[in-house]
């Protein structure tokens, strides 16, 4: 977690490093700080709170200086509080980080013994301690960062700069990541590169366990012994301009309106629009050898894997085992040699799927993955990616980009299908058509506002709301009551609908709304009776459902939210898009803070 940046440079830095930091501020905001080299003395500015408010700071007490470091916070080791934010350190050395150390414990006692004095509870300040001990010892700043890197136990990636030294700035990772920004008779380090995109196009990537010293005319390279690396400098075609909200109040509306043209540019990507036949690129792997997938990814991006899932063995019979990435990684499960590890992710750098990853690999998969961002580390450490083409999601609450992630899978589930024989044409066929279909009838979606609008009023009553939905629609339920938590605090739960009797039953009165996703078809019959069960006891049903769904339930559910008839392969999609159009209406209801909830971040780069 956090962003950090950092440029020596000819011009101002403080304003590029503020506007870098915004771009950066999906990875935290709980504190942000900048530091700049002032006469070859450490000068920073600091902030509890969102980046505006370290704005304000400078605006009051602008901070000169052309070589400076910035950071934006979600905190792990110490309070959200202005003396807890980076930049970290001494007057000698200033440091800015992104990770946890580890052994910061062991380090800081060791430190105190040899008379540093610590000033924050943070586990970052271990770094610059321990580099200004080795500086105070004689050490040449090079070989102090070297000699601390070489302590440190956990993830990390670093910026820091020394009291005396304007052209020197010295970066280094280990289990986050790092970029190295090349510019005109200026250097950059950044977490991303989309945070340097107005500044370069030129980046290169530090590999884990590498370090670099940078000086305003380039950058050295090293690995963890030291010795000179290769830098190999590629070029990013991320958009330097602002992401603008568009008129839109926030950018979760905003997203929420940009599905059908996501899902049709995702499916664009997959479907041959001569052949209408799912086109994979050329796969390092035999799908039809696969003995069994692996699906594994965080958050929501793991209950689009879920629904994949459901697709994969539904359509291609092929076994697939599900679990969130921080378990699966510890869980060690039996792994068959050749398997396939499917990992789904956004930003595809979150510390659990990366380390899955990893896990899955030296297990013997092949890997493939599902990712949003193209120059990210997943991207780097797959055989294979399959690219969401969502755009750049800014809200921290995931919505397009779920269901781009689904316009994928639902691809690779009927491209596996015919790989292995269980996809007759003519299913084949209809399954395309449903997908097609999708842009258009996502886009019918916004004609259910005052009907989604007149359920969040209910649902903004309550403290407690339940989510149900069986078979594919039990991970929509799970994305609904995900995005209802994080965007409006009210508690939620989402049950697979025929589990609520050994349980959640226990729960439902007046006071908790029940909120199932349940079109017609197969397993309806099934979902209406539990639906039924939850209304004998007096609970408040509002239903998503379409219209035989509505024409069966019209008596039983409070409020109906009927969505425009859809292929059963299809409906998750859309009846995901719905449920978060529910939990942004409560939002706007409750007047919270939708874009950044409170202890959220959009880029979880920490385990
Ligand atoms: C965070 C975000 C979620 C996201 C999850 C996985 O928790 O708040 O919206 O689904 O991370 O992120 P990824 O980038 O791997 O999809």
């Not at 995109?197 to 690995?223: H, K, N, Q």
Request: with cysteine; proline share 5%.
């Amino acid at each position: 977690m956090c962003g950090i940046v950092g440029v020596v440079g000819s011009r101002e830095a403080a304003p590029l490093l503020f506007d870098a930091l915004r771009r950066l501020e999906y990875r935290g905001y709980d504190s942000a700080g900048i530091a700049t080299l002032l006469n070859g003395h450490i000068e920073r500015r600091r902030a509890e709170g969102k980046l505006d408010r370290l704005g304000e700071v400078l605006e009051r007490r602008p901070l000169p200086g052309v070589t400076g470091i910035g950071h934006t916070r979600w905190a792990t080791h110490g309070a959200p509080t202005e003396g807890n934010a980076h930049p970290h350190g001494t007057d000698r050395v200033s440091v800015v980080h992104n990770g946890i150390i580890e052994n910061h414990a062991e380090l800081r006692a060791e430190l105190e013994e040899c008379g540093q004095v610590f000033s924050t509870e943070t586990d970052t300040e271990t770094v610059a301690q321990l580099v200004d001990l080795n500086l105070k010892l004689g050490m040449a700043p090079r070989e102090a960062a070297h000699a601390c890197l070489k302590r440190l136990n956990g993830a990390y990636a670093l910026a820091m700069i020394f009291a005396g030294q304007p052209e020197l700035m010295i970066g280094a990772r280990h289990g986050a990541p790092l970029a190295v920004g090349f510019g005109e008779d200026e250097m950059f380090l950044g977490s991303d590169s989309l945070a340097l995109a107005p500044l370069t196009r030129r980046i290169a990537y530090l590999r884990d366990g590498d370090w670099a010293v940078v000086s305003r005319s380039g950058a050295e390279m090293f690995d963890a012994a030291g010795e000179p690396v290769p830098c190999e400098i590629r070029q990013s075609a991320l958009p330097g301009g602002a992401i603008g909200k568009d008129g839109y109040r926030h950018y979760m509306e905003k997203e929420l309106h940009e599905h059908p043209l996501v899902i049709g540019q995702t499916l664009q990507r997959m479907i041959d629009p001569a052949t209408r036949r799912v086109v994979l690129p050329e796969l390092p792997f035999d799908l039809r050898t696969v003995p069994r997938i692996t699906v594994t990814a965080c958050g929501s991006a793991f209950y689009a894997g879920m629904i994949g899932r459901w697709w994969l063995e539904s359509e291609a019979r092929i076994p697939v085992d599900a679990d969130v990435a921080s378990e699966l990684r510890y869980r060690e499960p039996p792994l068959a040699q050749g398997g396939l590890g499917l990992l789904i992710s956004q930003s595809g750098e979150t510390a659990d799927t990366l380390a899955a990853l990893r896990s899955l690999r030296a297990g013997g998969q092949h890997v493939l993955s599902v990712l949003n961002v193209a120059e990210s580390t997943m991207a780097r450490e797959s055989d294979l990616v399959l690219d969401t083409v969502a755009g750049p999601e800014i809200c921290v609450a995931s919505t397009k980009a779920f269901t781009a992630q689904l316009s994928v899978l639902a691809c690779l589930a009927i491209a596996t299908g015919r790989a292995r024989g269980t996809l007759t044409e003519a299913r084949e066929e209809e399954l395309v058509q449903a997908l097609l279909d999708l842009p258009g009838r996502a886009a019918e979606l916004f004609a259910l506002q005052p009907a989604i609008r007149d359920a969040a009023a209910v649902v903004a009553e309550a403290r407690d709301v339940l989510y149900l939905g069986r078979g594919a629609h039990f991970p929509v339920a799970l994305e609904g009551a995900l995005k209802l938590k994080e965007i409006t605090y009210i508690h939620a739960e989402a049950y697979a609908a025929g589990e609520m009797k050994h349980g959640p039953i226990a729960l439902i009165d007046r006071t908790v709304p029940v909120v199932a996703s349940a079109p017609s078809g197969r397993l309806f019959d099934k979902t209406a009776s539990n639906l039924q069960e939850a209304r004998a006891r007096g609970g408040r049903l509002l239903l998503f459902t379409d219209p035989a769904g509505a024409a069966r339930m019209e008596r039983v559910a409070e409020q109906l939210i009927v969505l425009p008839e859809a292929h059963a392969f299809t409906a998750p999609i859309l009846h995901s898009i719905a449920v978060q159009m529910l939990a942004y209406e409560v939002a706007l209801l409750k007047g919270t803070d939708v874009d950044q909830p409170r202890n959220l971040a959009k880029s979880v780069t920490v385990e």
